[in-house]
């Protein structure tokens, strides 16, 4: 049989409450899913470096790792060696001795390199001292991984020009998974949703919400649902919250099933952030939850999602300002069946947390399609 290690620098969180906590378990759960279709053992190692040491040392000795075919691991926000709790790692150098295990047996190795924050001083919290030591660490990090990684897998193709590895970089976004949840039949006025943070300007629910107003304005064509932590919402000035109650809007707080029983009852979603540097490559992963739950999406022109969007018709695109988003939202409206048909017959098929293991697979034993 053959076998397949997945190696995770890390301690897999308890409580999944984000999307970085949630991609390494779905990654894992399709890779095992994978292993019993295609016959092949899933090994796993992750946990504090100690724990690590330890699984390595006896998988090792148990002849587990021989003939290994390929292994796949997953980085944090924060360097390798400072993953342990408390940032002090208690074997530093467990994972160069993995690394250099699986080069000596030529084991293909991918890694899927998770956020570059920490290059953008507007988004980067350090300051001082502080700054500089671990922005130097980072770099360190694409160094070693420079030295034992064949590729290095991305959120997109866009975020590739801001990662100083100098190996095989391929695009591997958040996956879908199929949710059973019951579309409703659109009738006017259409429902849309925006899920996230609304205190955040960046965001852009306040542009939303002004498109909101231009589609209504001859017409009632649309309601909107914002879901948002409560503590947020009550954190906002009186003058938000009155011009959030001037609109046909109404506010949830709700995360779980208790979202997706919410999902089941709207129509389509949206994401409008405003376009930045880093806005640009990254690649939400609120956009496949939506397309999860079977909502075409309507997105500002953010590069990454954009194309993610735009190649399978999954949505409506419009430019960062209320004119433009308005003409998406009455764009979105009259050809809803269109979006919503590509939703359903493609974003699975093609998207699913399996056909990024797939892909693994193919990129790591370089196959052709």
Same mark, same amino acid.
């Given at each position: 049989?053959? &076998?397949?290690?997945?190696? $995770? =620098?890390?301690?897999? +969180?308890?409580?999944?409450?984000?999307? /970085?906590?949630? *991609?390494?378990? %779905?990654?894992?759960?399709?890779?095992?899913?994978?292993?019993?279709?295609?016959?092949?053992?899933?090994?796993?190692?992750?946990?504090?470096?100690?724990?690590?040491?330890?699984?390595?040392?006896?998988?090792?000795?148990?002849?587990?790792?021989?003939?290994?075919?390929?292994?796949?691991?997953?980085?944090?926000?924060?360097?390798?060696?400072?993953?342990?709790?408390?940032?002090?790692?208690?074997?530093?150098?467990?994972?160069?001795?993995?690394?250099?295990?699986?080069?000596?047996?030529?084991?293909?190795?991918?890694?899927?390199?998770?956020?570059?924050?920490? &290059?953008?001083?507007?988004? $980067? =919290?350090?300051?001082? +001292?502080?700054?500089?030591?671990?922005? /130097?660490?980072? *770099?360190?990090? %694409?160094?070693?991984?420079?030295?034992?990684?064949?590729?290095?897998?991305?959120?997109?193709?866009?975020?590739?020009?801001?990662?100083?590895?100098?190996?095989?970089?391929?695009?591997?976004?958040?996956?879908?998974?199929?949710?059973?949840?019951?579309?409703?039949?659109?009738?006017?006025?259409?429902?849309?949703?925006?899920?996230?943070?609304?205190?955040?300007?960046?965001?852009?629910?306040?542009?939303?919400?002004?498109?909101?107003?231009?589609?209504?304005?001859?017409?009632?064509?649309?309601?909107?649902?914002?879901?948002?932590?409560?503590?947020?919402?009550?954190?906002?000035?009186?003058?938000?919250?009155?011009?959030?109650?001037?609109?046909?809007?109404?506010?949830?707080?709700?995360?779980?099933? %208790?979202?997706?029983?919410?999902?089941?009852?709207?129509?389509?979603?949206?994401?409008?952030?405003?376009?930045?540097?880093?806005?640009?490559?990254?690649?939400?992963?609120?956009?496949?939850?939506?397309?999860?739950?079977?909502?075409?999406?309507?997105?500002?022109?953010?590069?990454?999602?954009?194309?993610?969007?735009?190649?399978?018709?999954?949505?409506?695109?419009?430019?960062?300002?209320?004119?433009?988003?308005?003409?998406?939202?009455?764009?979105?409206?009259?050809?809803?069946?269109?979006?919503?048909?590509?939703?359903?017959?493609?974003?699975?098929?093609?998207?699913?947390?399996?056909?990024?293991?797939?892909?693994?697979?193919?990129?790591?034993?370089?196959?052709?399609?």
């Amino acid at each position: 049989m053959k &076998k397949v290690l997945i190696y $995770y =620098p890390f301690q897999l +969180a308890d409580k999944v409450d984000s999307g /970085s906590k949630l *991609r390494p378990h %779905e990654m894992l759960q399709a890779f095992r899913k994978w292993g019993q279709k295609e016959e092949v053992e899933i090994i796993l190692i992750s946990g504090q470096s100690d724990d690590r040491e330890k699984q390595f040392n006896e998988l090792v000795t148990g002849g587990k790792l021989d003939d290994l075919w390929f292994c796949y691991m997953e980085n944090q926000t924060i360097p390798i060696w400072l993953t342990d709790n408390g940032h002090r790692p208690k074997k530093p150098f467990i994972d160069r001795q993995v690394l250099r295990y699986l080069q000596s047996k030529q084991v293909p190795v991918g890694i899927f390199y998770r956020d570059v924050y920490w &290059k953008f001083d507007e988004l $980067y =919290p350090l300051k001082g +001292a502080k700054r500089f030591i671990m922005q /130097s660490i980072y *770099r360190m990090e %694409e160094r070693f991984l420079e030295k034992y990684v064949d590729t290095i897998f991305l959120p997109s193709t866009e975020m590739g020009k801001y990662v100083a590895i100098n190996r095989n970089k391929d695009e591997l976004p958040p996956g879908g998974k199929k949710k059973e949840i019951e579309s409703r039949h659109p009738i006017v006025p259409y429902k849309g949703i925006y899920v996230g943070a609304i205190q955040n300007e960046d965001y852009g629910l306040y542009l939303l919400l002004d498109a909101l107003e231009i589609v209504n304005r001859e017409s009632h064509k649309m309601d909107l649902t914002i879901v948002c932590r409560e503590n947020e919402f009550n954190g906002l000035s009186d003058t938000k919250k009155q011009r959030i109650r001037e609109l046909p809007v109404e506010i949830r707080h709700v995360s779980g099933k %208790e979202l997706d029983v919410v999902y089941g009852e709207m129509d389509f979603a949206f994401i409008p952030r405003f376009r930045s540097e880093y806005n640009d490559f990254s690649v939400p992963v609120k956009l496949v939850e939506y397309l999860s739950s079977g909502l075409p999406v309507i997105a500002t022109d953010c590069t990454a999602q954009k194309r993610f969007i735009e190649t399978d018709s999954f949505g409506v695109i419009c430019e960062d300002n209320k004119d433009s988003m308005a003409k998406a939202i009455n764009n979105m409206i009259e050809s809803f069946d269109i979006y919503k048909d590509a939703v359903d017959s493609t974003f699975l098929e093609k998207h699913s947390w399996e056909a990024r293991v797939e892909k693994v697979k193919r990129v790591l034993l370089k196959e052709e399609l």
